[in-house]
């Protein structure tokens, strides 16, 4: 079995800094990509960014410049620096993992509880 769970939320002043973590738990033997998504009161969940194994990543316009993803393979974790935060930026975040080979098998879309970060001043 896999789990994610994340870290690092909280709230923070406009033009803040914040670091998310999601550590996948298991006997995990190999993560595919691994991502960011938030989702804002009454709105779609959204990919916030995304990294491959291989350190490939991928950013939504709205975080380009501002956040930056990243893992460390051997913790199976990821991180999520988001700097010169807005209050557009406010919203829960969640952790998710691609193809996840573990010693159970695979498993794929493994999703974490979700951690909230709130933008205010």
């Known amino acids: 079995q896999v789990r994610l769970v994340e870290s690092g939320g909280g709230l923070v002043q406009p033009g803040g800094s914040l670091r998310l973590s999601c550590v996948a738990s298991?006997?995990?033997?190999?993560?595919?990509?691994m991502g960011w998504y938030r989702q804002a009161p009454g709105k779609q969940r959204e990919l916030v960014a995304s990294i491959s194994t291989g350190g490939v990543t991928n950013y939504a316009d709205s975080v380009k410049g501002r956040f930056t993803i990243s893992r460390d393979n051997a913790k199976n974790t990821v991180y999520l620096q988001m700097n010169s935060l807005k209050p557009e930026d406010m919203a829960f975040y969640y952790c998710n993992a691609g193809l996840v080979r573990y010693s159970g098998g695979y498993v794929d879309n493994t999703w974490g509880q979700g951690t909230q970060v709130a933008v205010s001043s």
């Open positions: 298991g006997t995990i033997l190999s993560i595919n990509t």
